[in-house]
């Protein structure tokens, strides 16, 4: 993925919450510079991968996979220093871009739909061999208990949303001919490093082509 579709994804991300009137942290506006000179203890927001994150799971076709994310607070597994046991994120998914499937050991989340279009989402139990089941998935939808046929797709409107857990299969994207969406999404501590298990190989953080300087620096590139 090239620096300038990083760039231009922010970019219109900023747009996008501004008309949604969602602010962010002042830290979510640093440039790189002002990351490699800045006089305050930030080890909590690098630790954390506090921050934006533009991915296309190694796909190289943001467009059709992928999604931009900004993490608002989180703790750090096995840390110590920081104990915080939950999470919050943002997510914004354009019309069609598919987050494929993937499920987490550890993290039970929420998905909310925050506005702007509808986002679907398509659930499967997976199998103690890590493949999909064909058992009902049981869900709580906005406090709800609904179960599913596996591989069914669920649809959430502006303001509802989805409790997943541990092990749960789930792909999203917005809904065709809605707009763009955007997503919440809050969880136990999150840590995309070691707790994502992707149904298909990917790549949880995208390869960059540095063709232009970045706007904004993602959660993976802050200076040690």
């Not at 830290?27 to 510079?33: D, G, K, N």
């Not at 000179?37 to 076709?61: Q, R």
């Not at 998905?111 to 279009?117: A, T, W």
């Amino acid at each position: 993925m090239k620096r300038s579709e990083i760039n231009n994804t922010i970019k219109f991300s900023l747009a996008f919450l501004k008309q949604l009137k969602f602010n962010l942290p002042p830290f979510a506006y640093w440039t790189a510079e002002q990351w490699n000179s800045h006089p305050e203890n930030c080890e909590e927001i690098k630790d954390a991968m506090l921050g934006w994150d533009v991915t296309d799971f190694g796909y190289g076709d943001f467009r059709q996979y992928g999604f931009t994310s900004f993490t608002l607070r989180n703790g750090v597994l096995h840390d110590d220093r920081y104990k915080k046991p939950y999470a919050e994120k943002i997510m914004i998914s354009s019309e069609d871009q598919i987050t494929p499937f993937h499920f987490h050991w550890h993290k039970m989340e929420d998905i909310i739909n925050r506005g702007g279009g509808n986002l679907l989402i398509q659930l499967y139990n997976s199998t103690p061999d890590e493949k999909f089941a064909d058992t009902p998935v049981v869900v709580s939808i906005d406090g709800i208990q609904k179960t599913f046929e596996a591989g069914s797709i669920v649809r959430l409107k502006p303001g509802e949303s989805i409790s997943l857990t541990p092990r749960l299969y789930h792909k999203f994207w917005a809904e065709k001919g809605f707009g763009k969406t955007l997503l919440g999404e809050v969880s136990m501590t999150n840590d995309d490093n070691i707790d994502n298990r992707f149904y298909d190989e990917t790549s949880r953080f995208t390869n960059i082509i540095e063709d232009e300087a970045p706007l904004y620096l993602l959660c993976n590139e802050y200076p040690k």
